[in-house]
């Protein structure tokens, strides 16, 4: 099998995937008084024709490292966002595009980073290191079908960088 060294969520390095969802930097402008900081227009939502946005609560169960990768999906029809709600890391896995995935990459979000996944992005199932597994999921709610799965012929299995 091969292996996978999970990296550190930055913005650029998902950049190809989909969007990092955190409150880095100076906000954008401040609001309420001065007492909250907004950072504007963090992702790019895309529900595509005939949807509408929607927000689910995942409730998933915790994996242990090392992780065995052995299934990504894909949403051909909107993109999909991750909010946990919950102050622990949790591991992001996408695919290079292609009509079946191309090779993985292994993200860890840091306590308050969230993922939108750009529309068709292959990617992992959600998989979070503790409990709870509590996420909103922001994404298309519509009639046709939005999911593809793809079963790996040959799992990955995903570390963390040696301390």
Same mark, same amino acid.
């Given at each position: 099998?091969?292996?996978?060294? #999970?990296?550190?969520? &930055? ?7 989909g969007?990092?969802?955190?409150a880095?930097g100076?906000?954008?402008k401040?609001?309420?008084a ?6 504007h ?9 005939g !949807? ?6 995942f ?6 490292l090392?992780y ?11 993109s ?25 990459? #292994?993200f ?17 199932v959600?998989?979070?290191?503790? !409990?709870p !597994?509590l996420? #909103? ?6 009639? &046709?079908p939005?999911?593809?799965?793809y ?13």
């Open positions: 099998m091969t292996q996978l060294i #999970a990296q550190p969520l &930055t913005a650029a390095a998902f950049a190809p995937y969007d990092v969802l955190d880095s100076a906000p954008d401040m609001i309420n001065g007492l909250c900081g907004r950072f227009d963090r992702a790019r939502l895309d529900f595509g024709g !949807g509408r946005a929607g927000i689910s609560i409730s998933a169960q915790p994996r242990a090392p065995t990768c052995d299934l990504v999906e894909r949403h051909p029809e909107g999909q966002a991750f909010v946990p709600m919950h102050e622990n890391p949790w591991l992001v896995i996408v695919a290079e595009d292609g009509p079946t995935p191309g090779a993985l990459h #292994a860890v979000a840091s306590p308050g980073q969230g993922v939108n996944l750009h529309r068709g992005t292959w990617h992992g959600l998989t979070p290191l503790h !409990g !597994g996420f #909103a999921v922001i994404d298309r709610i519509g009639d &046709t939005n999911l593809q799965e079963p790996l012929k040959e799992p990955v299995i995903i570390t963390l960088p040696a301390a």
